[in-house]
């Protein structure tokens, strides 16, 4: 069973701080998804990174996959109350013929004001 | 619609009761995931569908759950016997072709409350 851990679980900060949410797992993936999701609607993809060593930007938002394609970061520059959320990863199985999504248990982030 | 809807957004039932989850998914996408959240948590993948095929259904939790997709299109998931423990919220997702690094876009998702 391949699986997808995300720490920390749980992280309030202040608005106007920085962080970084970690996925990490034993496994190789072929590529990793981040998404986000908050109360009461479905996740929402935020990026896919496909290539080891990939970093990629979304307006405040850092995402790294790491070299070895087990692990990948989101790091959040200047966080705004409008980034609270659940932070989820996903990665696609590799058993054979299972097309899911691996999901992480996710980062729970509040921005307060 | 433009968007996966789903349907009830909320359900509550009795411990033992059959229920229906009615998934409609963007039109023209392939692919239909069943996902199932706990609270708080990630998610816990049930059955895929390609077309009205499920290749895949290893993740349901019991034979107490099914789910069929029609025409391509609708997909109902079914939990008979309900137990406590099914209480969560379950989302459906669809994608264009079903390759694994197909967007998957989500509905709003079903609240299950078994009491």
């Known amino acids: 069973t391949q699986l997808l851990e995300q720490s920390p679980q749980f992280l309030s900060i202040q608005e106007g701080e920085n962080l970084t949410v970690y996925c990490n797992s034993s496994?190789?993936?072929?590529?990793l998804q981040w998404y986000r999701q908050e109360p009461g609607e479905g996740p929402v993809l935020l990026v896919t990174?496909?290539?080891?060593?990939e970093v990629k930007k979304l307006k405040r938002l850092t995402f790294q996959f790491g070299d070895a394609r087990k692990d990948s970061s989101l790091h959040i520059t200047a966080a705004q109350t409008g980034d609270t959320g659940l932070y989820l990863c996903?990665?696609?199985?590799?058993?054979?013929?299972?097309?899911?999504?691996?999901f992480g248990s996710g980062t729970r982030l509040q921005v307060q004001p | 619609g433009a968007g996966v809807s789903q349907s009830p957004s909320n359900k509550v039932t009795e411990k033992g009761k059959d229920v229906e989850l009615r998934c409609d998914p963007i039109?023209?996408?392939?692919?239909l995931y069943w996902y199932r959240q706990s609270l708080g948590q990630g998610l816990e993948f049930l059955i895929y569908?390609?077309?009205?095929?499920?290749?895949?259904k290893s993740g349901l939790p019991s034979d107490r759950f099914s789910a069929e997709r029609t025409g391509g299109s609708v997909s109902t998931l079914t939990i008979q016997r309900t137990q406590q423990e099914d209480s969560a919220v379950y989302l459906c997702?669809?994608?264009?072709?079903?390759?694994?690094?197909?967007?998957?876009?989500f509905g709003p998702g079903t609240r299950l409350t078994v009491l």
């Open positions: 997702a669809s994608s264009p072709h079903g390759p694994t690094t197909d967007t998957q876009y």
């Open positions: 496994s190789v993936f072929s590529s």
């Open positions: 990174v496909v290539t080891g060593g």
């Open positions: 569908f390609q077309g009205n095929s499920a290749p895949d």
């Open positions: 039109s023209g996408h392939t692919a």
């Open positions: 996903a990665g696609p199985s590799l058993d054979t013929g299972r097309r899911a999504l691996t």
